[in-house]
Every structure is written in structure tokens, then in C-alpha cells.
């Protein structure tokens, strides 16, 4: 069902992306509830690299590209279709990173071709 999902509305090859690289947040929840966006807004969360891979991945693309915060290395690739952040990972792991986050349904994520996870 994911899968299917990011088929269809992933704005770029997701083959560019390092191997750890996580789909956080509502986009998640969208996929597993199979509901369209007209605009999109994921949300991606890397363990290491996050502006240099956001930079290197709208260059190739041809995509607006804006650092958002330098320090906390959070970038964003601008698409006819929606936007890309790429932010560093927070903590000393994924969980650390997605407690963090604002609300409950944001605490979800998945890695490309595994079954998500849910941590409160």
C-alpha cells in the first residue's frame, strides 16, 4: 500500500536517496490511508547529510532548493507538485528523533520498502 503510494506521487528517483533515509509524518499516514494529495509536503529524515543530499537531488532534478535551517540541517527541494525537507536526525536514533516531534501522528515513519513503524 506504501509503496503504491509513493509510486505514484514520489516527485523524484527515490534511488537517490541514502540508504537510511526515512519518510516521516503525515505523508505516512496519507500512504497508509491511500489518500490523495493534490499538494505535497513530506518530510524526510536522514541519518547523516541531509542539505548535501536535498542540494545534490534538486540540482539533478532542476528543483528549487532552500536551506531552511543551517544549523539544525534542514533543507528543502521545491517541486511543481509540493516540497521535499530533508532534515538531519535528531538524537542518537530514529526513535529519539520521531519522540520529539510535535504530535503523535507525526511520530510515525517508514524506511523505502519496509513496514512502518509507530512510535509514540
Not at 50 to 55: G, R
Not at 73 to 95: C, M, N, Y
Request: proline share 5%; glycine share 6%; charged share 20%.
Amino acid at each position: 500500500m506504501i509503496n503504491a503510494w509513493l509510486d505514484q506521487y514520489w516527485p523524484f528517483d527515490p534511488n537517490l536517496l541514502p540508504e537510511k533515509t526515512y519518510l516521516v509524518g503525515g505523508a505516512v499516514r496519507d500512504a497508509l490511508m491511500g489518500k490523495a494529495r493534490d499538494y505535497l509536503d513530506l518530510d524526510l529524515v536522514l541519518a547523516q547529510g541531509s542539505v548535501m543530499t536535498a542540494k545534490a537531488i534538486a540540482k539533478q532534478c532542476q528543483a528549487g532548493f532552500v536551506v531552511l535551517d543551517e544549523q539544525r540541517q534542514i533543507a528543502r527541494i521545491v517541486f511543481p507538485q509540493g516540497t521535499v525537507d530533508f532534515a538531519q536526525q535528531e538524537g542518537e536514533s530514529l526513535a529519539a528523533d520521531l519522540h520529539r516531534r510535535d504530535f503523535t501522528i507525526n511520530a510515525i515513519a517508514t524506511i523505502f520498502g519496509r513496514i512502518p513503524s509507530m512510535i509514540p
